[in-house]
């Protein structure tokens, strides 16, 4: 019989945010797997350390590129699908092993999360359970105990690698905003959102409800760039 595989969300970065379900699936599952940049521990792993032992078998799977080529590129696509299929593959060697898998996932794992590409390759053929996290926005506008949206105002989820102009669009048509996956971009953001008369309301986090959290207005923030788990939060008025 094959195993079951488990997509966790843990939550946007203090380990008491996981959820008791994702949390005691995890203690319970021995093979784990997690995505990680080139020379960094994995952030879904950093969470889940304390709930992990010895008992454990871990899967990582390292992200071949990362910034060094264009998001809209062919060449970053095809890099991509091909990792994400190997990593699918060693999954399904596991599962086919009657091996239950849990494959970690900061936040949410179907709101910008790397594991719904494995859902997309292994859902057809094996029985797939997802538990829900915390986002990362949630996390964040709570530590800033910011109200994002009140009465009939709608939010709108941006990321960061759009074009100038479809942000100053999509930006002057909102009435309340989350920008996520800042990194290399922040210049073309702060751009666009001054463009859209918005630049004052920005509130930047980084890594937020981690220990080395940061958090201020944007116009205070000199940075030329700014880490991959930061994001700008604009609130309705």
């Not at 599952?29 to 995505?35: D, E, K, L, N, Q």
């Not at 940049?37 to 390292?62: N, P, T, W, Y």
């Not at 989350?178 to 210049?187: A, C, E, T, W």
Request: proline share 5%.
């Amino acid at each position: 019989m094959n195993g079951h595989l488990y997509i966790l969300g843990m939550g946007p970065g203090d380990p008491e945010l996981v959820t008791r379900k994702s949390e005691r699936i995890l203690r319970q599952t021995v093979v784990y797997a997690y995505f990680a940049k080139k020379g960094e521990v994995g952030h879904a792993r950093k969470i889940a350390d304390d709930m992990l032992s010895s008992q454990h078998q871990e899967l990582r799977f390292e992200y071949p590129i990362t910034t060094e080529i264009p998001h809209q590129s062919n060449e970053y696509k095809e890099a991509l699908a091909l990792f994400y299929d190997q990593s699918a593959k060693i999954i399904e060697q596991h599962l086919q092993d009657g091996q239950d898998v849990a494959l970690l996932c900061e936040g949410d794992p179907l709101l910008y999360g790397s594991a719904m590409y494995i859902l997309e390759r292994l859902q057809p053929n094996y029985l797939t359970h997802i538990v829900p996290g915390i986002t990362a926005m949630s996390g964040c506008w709570s530590a800033a105990q910011l109200p994002i949206v009140k009465y009939e105002q709608t939010l709108t989820v941006l990321p960061a690698t759009l074009p100038l102009e479809q942000l100053v669009t999509k930006l002057r048509l909102c009435n309340a905003a989350v920008i996520m996956k800042i990194g290399r971009n922040l210049s073309k953001v702060k751009q666009a959102l001054q463009s859209a008369g918005l630049l004052d309301n920005a509130i930047y986090i980084e890594r937020g409800t981690q220990t080395e959290e940061k958090m201020m207005p944007l116009t205070q923030f000199k940075d030329s760039k700014a880490p991959y788990f930061s994001l700008i939060l604009i609130a309705g008025s």
